[in-house]
Nanobody
Framework: QVQLVESGGGLVQAGGSLRLSCAAS????????MGWFRQAPGKEREFVSA????????LYADSVKGRFTISRDNAKNTGYLQMNSLKVEDTAVYSC???????????????????WGQGTQVTVSS
């Protein structure tokens, strides 16, 4: 198991930026692929982005493509989600997740991930 702690959420105006961090501990982070998911009030949790164990492959939901960038620093056991040009509809609780995998391409499926952080609130005002 790996423990995950998110940080960096907050309140921002539409058009602004935030960078979320996901700090991992407990296992060798470099053999875990990582994903970001979000859940808005009254909605199902949805996929946002994922990155392979090496950082070589990234995936994005269509709704965030071109605005969000996922990255990782395995030396620091930390993953990141840079969010630019934020929209009101990006408001949600953002959670990072990890699963032990050295697959060349990460998963975008929620059930694939067995390690989850507690989530961090992102609120975008108009």
């Amino acid at each position: 198991q790996v423990q995950l702690v998110e940080s960096g959420g907050g309140l921002v105006q539409a058009g602004g930026s935030l960078r979320l961090s996901c700090a991992a501990s407990g296992r060798v982070f470099s053999v875990y692929e990582m994903g970001w998911f979000r859940q808005a009030p009254g909605k199902e949790r949805e996929f946002v982005s994922a990155i392979s164990w090496s950082g070589g492959v990234t995936l994005y939901a269509d709704s965030v493509k071109g605005r969000f960038t996922i990255s990782r620093d395995n030396a620091k056991n930390t993953g990141y989600l840079q969010m630019n040009s934020l929209k009101v509809e990006d408001t949600a609780v953002y959670s990072c997740a990890a699963r032990r995998s050295v697959s060349p391409s990460p998963s975008r499926l929620i059930p694939s991930y067995d390690n989850w952080g507690q989530g961090t609130q992102v609120t975008v005002s108009s």
